[in-house]
């Protein structure tokens, strides 16, 4: 059995290359992350959630950074070895529309083939049409050292 901290370390690097996967628009990089039948949910009206699969999951990333020019970051993440679970706190700039939402998912991971089984996704507010920067109001996000734009050069 891993020690904690190489289970920490695992379940870190298993959510970095799927976030890796989805910047590089690699779908076998993001596939590779989960369980065949993994399921990615989301609050009501976002997008056409959820989707199950881990083809179909990768595909919609795949997708999003071609029509919408999808940059993510990882802001936070916290760990739970015990239970074979994390939380994160990300971003998604949509370069091509201006937009920045702000959000977290909750992971589960599968016990036997330690890769992902269940996303949730959380956003900090609903994807109103209207604003550019759908974060947490009052948050001073560069203060705390947290991305407020995608690296310079990012799908220009």
């Given at each position: 059995?891993?020690?904690?901290?190489?289970?920490?370390?695992?379940?870190?690097?298993?959510?970095?290359?799927?976030?890796?996967?989805?910047?590089?628009?690699?779908?076998?990089?993001?596939?590779s992350c989960f369980i065949p039948s993994a399921i990615h949910y989301f609050p009501p009206d976002m997008y056409d959630g959820p989707w199950r699969g881990a083809d179909t999951i990768a595909n919609h990333w795949v997708?999003?950074?071609?029509?919408?020019?999808?940059?993510?970051t990882v802001d936070n993440i916290a760990i739970d070895?015990?239970?074979?679970?994390?939380?994160?706190?990300?971003t998604h700039f949509k370069t091509k529309?201006?937009?920045?939402?702000?959000?977290?998912?909750?992971y589960i991971f599968d016990d036997e083939t330690r890769l992902i089984k269940e996303l949730w996704a959380y956003y900090?507010?609903?994807q109103d049409k209207?604003?550019?920067?759908?974060?947490?109001?009052g948050m001073d996000y560069k203060k705390r050292g947290i991305a407020i734009s995608p690296p310079p050069?990012?799908?220009d």
């Open positions: 059995m891993s020690s904690p901290k190489e289970k920490y370390k695992h379940i870190e690097q298993i959510i970095n290359t799927y976030f890796e996967g989805c910047n590089e628009a690699n779908f076998d990089k993001m596939v997708a999003a950074v071609e029509k919408l020019g999808s940059y993510w070895t015990i239970k074979n679970e994390a939380v994160i706190e990300w529309q201006g937009v920045t939402l702000r959000g977290a998912e909750w900090a507010s609903p209207s604003l550019k920067n759908l974060e947490i109001y050069g990012t799908r």
